[in-house]
């Protein structure tokens, strides 16, 4: 049969559940927009704010996440938002993800590096992003293709006291003739995280 879109709209509140807030795992592209995911994972075992996974696609063709709007994932006790995908990961200009204060977890992990390396997907967030004073980093980053981040708030990080960054964007894909990079625009604030602010690792340009 054929793979469908899971598509989300509207406002949409998943709050003081005992596991995870919301959680999409589909074979075909997810959209999700207007998300607020805050305070999940109740049981004090396990709970990510919104967990999304499309990796079990089995067609030739790879299938995207995106974001829209303004979406919140605060003081869950996993992780504020977790994506895992083979696919491109996009948020909109005019949008936010925000992932503060999550107990036991990174604010924002996104991954797209299980896809073949030779034909790399890209990360680009385009909104403002704001995590801070997560349990680990606030926003990592792992990819096979280029990331592209802008206005991030990245302040009070790494409350383990480990050697989380506040920030961590990962690109070592060194199998394309021209290796993907990483850019970092906008106004960016990283401050105060209990380690290194931003940690950038890639083959191509910075």
């Given at each position: 049969?054929?793979i469908?879109p ?12 005992r ?5 999409i ?7 999700i927009?207007?998300?607020t995911?805050n305070?999940?994972g109740l ?5 990510y704010g ?7 696609n089995?067609t030739t063709?790879?299938?995207?996440i995106?974001?829209?709007?303004f ?6 006790y ?5 994506v ?6 996009t ?6 993800l925000?992932?503060?204060s999550?107990?036991?977890g990174?604010g924002?992990?996104?991954l797209?590096?299980s896809v073949?390396p ?13 995590a801070?004073?997560?349990y ?15 206005n991030?708030t990245?302040?009070g990080n790494?409350?383990s006291a480990l050697?989380?960054p506040g ?16 850019t ?5 604030l990283?401050t105060?995280?209990l380690?290194?602010g ?6 191509g340009?910075?």
């Amino acid at each position: 049969g054929s793979i469908g879109p899971v598509t989300l709209t509207g406002v949409n509140v998943f709050n003081n559940n005992r596991d995870t807030g919301l959680k999409i795992y589909s074979r075909g592209v997810i959209s999700i927009t207007g998300v607020t995911a805050n305070n999940n994972g109740l049981s004090s075992a396990n709970g990510y704010g919104v967990d999304l996974n499309n990796t079990s696609n089995v067609t030739t063709v790879v299938k995207s996440i995106s974001f829209g709007g303004f979406n919140t994932f605060n003081g869950n006790y996993s992780g504020g938002l977790l994506v895992n995908t083979k696919g491109a990961v996009t948020s909109l200009a005019t949008g936010s993800l925000t992932a503060n204060s999550n107990t036991n977890g990174k604010g924002i992990w996104i991954l797209n590096n299980s896809v073949d390396p030779a034909k790399p997907q890209f990360v680009s967030l385009s909104g403002k992003i704001i995590a801070s004073s997560n349990y680990q980093e606030g926003l990592r980053v792992e990819s096979l293709g280029s990331i592209t981040v802008s206005n991030i708030t990245a302040t009070g990080n790494n409350t383990s006291a480990l050697v989380n960054p506040g920030v961590y964007l990962f690109n070592l894909n060194s199998v394309p003739a021209i290796p993907a990079g990483v850019t970092v625009s906008g106004i960016n604030l990283v401050t105060g995280n209990l380690s290194t602010g931003i940690i950038i690792n890639a083959y191509g340009l910075i």
